[in-house]
C-alpha cells in the first residue's frame, strides 16, 4: 500500500488554476483509474478529473468551491501494491515495506513539525497577517514551508479572497431586501464566472467609447441576392456577422495596434489576429475564438461561427475553442440594439460591438434616400489606445464595409 | 569553436597571452622542454623559448619570489607551482609581499602575477597530491582566489587573471583536466574575476560550491528533476574576494541552501559564504544552511574506499538536497 498525491491538472495551454465545483467522490470510495473523481471548472470550460491511480480515497485536500494552482495537491489515494507478481526480488520487498512506515509517519506525525516557523515562514506572515495555523504544511513533520505560505499568500490575498469578500457582502445585501416572492438564485458556475471577468474587467482597464455610423445598403444588397442559394449548397447560413468579421480582421492587419494584450508593464501586439465571439445559451456566455481570422474567407467565417455557436449550445466547446482571443466582436445587432458600449474582455485591448442594420432616411447629396444603417461601437483600453489610432480603424472597418458589393467581394 | 578539455583550454589561454603580450611569461617546474606534468604548457617552449617559458628549479618560494620581482618590474609572469600542495614555501612570498605591496608602496608599486596550481583529490594521489588549500588564502586583502569549473570558465577566467594589475591564485582541479569537455571559443574572450555565475536557474533548494564540486552538483540536479526537486546552482568562481551580492541572491532564491567544498569542512571557505547568508538572508532563510565538505581528517586517504568516502560525489550532494527539499 502507497499514498499517492492526485493534483489539479493542467486543463488547457494557458490555464494556471482551477475551481473544484463538485467532488463524485467521498473519502473511502473506491475509485478505479480514469474514473472521474471530481467536476472542476477552468476559465469557463468545465472538465471532469480522471484518477490517476485505483484505489481507496484517503483524504480531500481541496473543498468544492475552492480554487488551486495547477499542480496543487488535491486530494491523497491509497493505492494497493498487491498485484506485484510473485518473482519479485527481495530487495524490492525490503523497499516496499521500508516504505510503509515512511509514509505512515509522515501522515501520523503530520503535526509534529508544526509549529516550528522559519523566520522566512514568519516575516511572510507578519507582513500578510496571515494566522499560520490556517496554513498546511507540505514540510517534514507538517512544516510550513516557504513554498506552502507563498502558494497561501498568492491564493489567499489575490482575487479569490477579495471575491469571497465580495461574495459575503452581496449576500448580506440580498438578504436585508429580501421579501417572500423574490426567487434567490445562488451564483454559481458560468454565471459566477461571467460575474468574476466583469468585475475585473470594468474595475482594472479604464474604458473609452466610439461609435461610427455605416452605410451597408449595398452589402445588404448583395447578400440578400445569394444566401437563399448559399444556404442551399453549403447547408448553413450566410449572415451579415461573417461579412463584419471578415472587414475587421483585416483593417486589424493594418492597425495592429489595436491587435494588442496589456501585460501590466508592457504592451503585446499580437501577430495572430484571433477574434472571439459572444455565443449566448440562455444564462451563459460563451466566448469562442475564429483562429487566423485575417486568413479566412467570408464563406470560412460563416462556417465557423456556425460550428462554434452549434458546439456552444450543445456544450461541446473545449478550452482550445476559447483560447487565443485577441480582439472580440460582440453581435449585439440580434438583439435589436442599435447601441451600446461593451465591456473589454480582458487582456484585450478592445471590443466592437456590431449593432442591428436598420433602414433609415439619409440624406445624400442634399436628398432622402433609403439606406441600411448600422453603428459600430468601439470600447477600447485607454492605456493601451487613443482616440486617434481607433478613430482612423473605425474609418477604415467603414470604409470596407461600404464597398462591400457584387464586383468587390466574392464570398 | 572545437571541443576541449579543462586543461586544454587553461593552455590555449596561456598560448593566446603570451602571443598577445611579450610581457607574459611562465616560470615553474618542468613547464619547459618537459611541457608541465600535466601537459599545461605542451609545446610552448618550442614556441616561445627558454626565456619566456622558464624551467625552475624545485624551489616554490624562489618560484613565486622571481615572479613577484618581474611583476613589480612590469613584467606579467604566470608562476606554476606543480601541485598545490606544494605552495607552502611560497606562502611568505604571497600573503607578505605579493598581497601587500600596492597597500605598502601607497599605490606606487602593484604586482601582476598569476599563481598558477592544481588541486584537489579522486585521483588516487593521497597525503601530498590532494589538497585543497584554497582556505590559506581567503583572509588576506590584496589576493584573489579564483578557482574555475570549466573549460570555457577556466580560459576566460585565466586570460582576466593574467591582465589583472594584483595578484592572483588560479586552482584547477586536476582531476577536472581531462574529465571536464565542452566547446571553447578560439577568440579572445574574458570572464571577470570576483563574480560568481548561476550555472542552473530553480526553485527548491540552492547549492553554492565552486571548482570540480559544480559538475557534481549539476550531475546531481539533473538527478534530482527527475524527482520533481528543481535546483538552482551558484558558481562562486572566485572565492576570495566572494560575490556577495550572488550569494545573497541565491541563497533568498529558495530559502534552503546547501554549500559545498572538497575542503575540510572547518575553516573552510564555504563557511564564510554561510556567514555571509547569516548577515543577510534570515528572514529569506526557510531551513538551516546545510555544509557539506570533507571530514576533520589531516589528508586525503590513498586507499581507494576511503578516499571515495573522504570526497565529495555527486551521491552526496543528491542525498543532502534531497533531505533538504523535504524538510
Known amino acids: ?411 | 569553436m572545437s571541443e576541449l578539455t579543462y586543461i586544454q583550454a587553461i593552455r590555449m589561454a596561456m598560448e593566446e597571452e603570451l602571443q598577445r603580450d611579450d610581457n607574459v611569461f611562465i616560470v615553474g617546474e618542468d613547464v619547459g622542454t618537459k611541457g608541465g606534468v600535466f601537459k599545461a604548457t605542451e609545446g610552448l617552449y618550442d614556441m616561445y623559448g627558454e626565456d619566456r617559458v622558464i624551467d625552475a628549479p624545485l624551489a616554490e618560494s624562489a618560484i613565486v619570489g622571481v615572479g613577484i620581482g618581474a611583476a613589480m618590474y612590469g613584467m606579467r609572469p604566470i608562476a606554476e607551482i606543480q601541485f598545490a600542495d606544494f605552495i607552502f614555501p611560497a606562502v611568505n612570498q604571497i600573503v607578505s609581499e605579493a598581497a601587500k605591496i600596492r597597500y605598502r608602496s601607497n599605490n606606487d608599486w602593484n604586482c601582476p602575477i598569476t599563481i598558477r596550481a592544481p588541486y584537489g583529490g579522486g585521483i588516487a594521489g593521497a597525503l601530498y597530491h590532494s589538497q585543497s588549500v584554497e582556505a590559506m588564502f581567503n583572509s588576506h586583502p590584496g589576493l584573489k582566489v579564483v578557482i574555475p569549473s570549466s573549460p570555457y570558465d577556466a580560459k576566460g577566467l585565466l586570460k582576466a587573471a593574467i591582465r589583472d594589475n594584483d595578484p592572483v591564485l588560479f586552482f584547477e582541479h586536476k582531476r577536472a583536466y581531462r574529465l571536464l569537455k565542452e566547446e571553447v571559443p578560439e577568440e579572445d574572450y574574458l570572464i571577470p574575476i570576483g563574480k560568481a555565475d548561476i550555472k542552473r536557474e530553480g526553485t527548491d533548494v540552492t547549492v553554492i560550491t565552486y571548482g570540480l564540486s559544480v559538475h557534481q552538483a549539476k550531475q546531481a540536479a539533473t538527478e534530482l528533476e527527475k524527482e520533481g526537486i528543481d535546483v538552482h546552482i551558484l558558481d562562486l568562481r572566485t572565492v576570495y574576494p566572494l560575490d556577495q551580492e550572488a550569494i545573497i541572491e541565491a541563497a533568498s532564491k529558495t530559502g534552503k541552501v546547501l554549500l559545498v567544498t572538497e575542503d575540510n569542512k572547518e575553516g573552510s571557505v564555504i563557511g564564510e559564504v554561510a556567514a555571509i547568508i547569516a548577515e543577510h538572508c534570515l528572514f529569506e532563510l526557510d531551513a538551516p544552511v546545510r555544509r557539506l565538505a570533507a571530514p576533520e581528517i589531516p589528508a586525503m586517504p590513498y586507499a581507494h574506499p576511503l578516499e571515495k568516502e573522504f570526497l565529495i560525489t555527486e551521491e552526496k550532494i543528491a542525498a543532502s538536497l534531497r533531505e533538504l527539499a523535504r524538510f
Open chain 1, 1 to 411: 500500500m502507497s499514498l499517492e498525491k492526485i493534483i489539479m491538472p493542467k486543463l488547457g495551454e494557458s490555464v494556471t488554476e482551477g475551481t473544484i465545483n463538485s467532488w463524485l467522490v467521498k473519502v473511502g470510495d473506491t475509485v478505479n483509474k480514469y474514473d472521474p473523481i471530481a467536476e472542476v471548472m477552468t476559465d469557463k470550460v468545465n472538465a471532469e478529473i480522471p484518477s490517476s491511480f485505483s484505489g481507496v480515497i484517503k483524504e480531500i485536500v481541496v473543498e468544492e468551491g475552492e480554487t488551486v494552482a495547477v499542480d496543487e495537491l488535491i486530494c491523497y489515494i491509497e493505492v494497493s501494491n498487491g498485484s506485484n507478481s510473485v518473482n519479485d526480488s527481495d530487495e524490492e520487498i525490503v523497499q516496499q515495506t521500508g516504505e510503509v512506515p515512511a509514509t505512515a509517519a509522515e501522515v501520523d506525525n503530520e503535526q509534529s513539525m508544526k509549529l516550528r516557523y522559519s523566520p522566512a515562514v514568519l516575516k511572510r506572515a507578519a507582513e500578510h497577517q496571515i494566522d499560520l495555523t490556517d496554513v498546511t504544511g507540505t514540510g517534514i513533520g507538517g512544516r510550513i514551508t516557504r513554498k506552502d505560505i507563498d502558494a497561501y499568500i498568492s491564493k489567499g490575498l489575490g482575487k479569490s479572497s477579495h471575491s469571497k469578500v465580495n461574495e459575503e457582502k452581496a449576500a448580506r445585501q440580498i438578504n436585508q431586501t429580501l421579501s417572500k416572492k423574490d426567487i434567490e438564485i445562488p451564483v454559481t458556475g458560468v454565471r459566477k464566472m461571467i460575474a468574476e471577468n466583469m468585475v475585473r474587467s470594468k474595475q482594472e482597464i479604464p474604458h473609452a467609447w466610439m461609435t461610427v455610423e455605416t452605410d451597408v445598403t449595398e452589402l445588404v444588397k448583395y447578400r440578400n441576392e445569394i444566401k437563399d442559394d448559399f444556404k442551399r449548397r453549403e447547408g448553413y447560413s450566410l449572415t451579415y456577422f461573417a461579412f463584419f468579421i471578415h472587414a475587421i480582421a483585416r483593417a486589424l492587419r493594418e492597425y495592429p495596434e489595436i491587435n494588442s494584450t496589456w501585460a501590466g508593464n508592457k504592451i503585446i501586439q499580437r501577430h495572430d489576429i484571433n477574434i472571439s465571439i459572444a455565443v449566448a445559451k440562455e444564462n451563459e456566455l460563451f466566448v469562442p475564438v475564429i483562429k487566423h481570422a485575417d486568413e479566412k474567407s467570408v464563406k470560412g467565417i460563416a462556417r465557423e461561427i456556425f460550428e462554434l455557436a452549434n458546439k456552444a449550445r450543445s456544450g461541446k466547446l473545449t478550452q482550445n475553442d476559447m483560447e487565443g482571443g485577441t480582439f472580440t466582436v460582440n453581435n449585439t445587432g440580434t438583439f435589436g440594439s442599435v447601441s451600446s458600449m461593451g465591456i473589454i474582455n480582458h487582456p484585450q485591448a478592445a471590443i466592437l460591438q456590431v449593432e442591428a442594420i436598420i433602414k433609415r432616411p439619409v440624406i445624400i447629396k442634399d436628398m432622402f434616400a433609403a439606406r441600411d444603417m448600422v453603428n459600430l461601437s468601439l470600447s477600447l483600453d485607454h492605456r493601451i489606445l487613443d482616440g486617434l489610432i481607433c478613430g482612423r480603424f473605425l474609418a477604415r472597418v467603414k470604409q470596407l464595409l461600404e464597398n462591400i458589393n457584387e464586383q468587390t467581394t466574392t464570398v
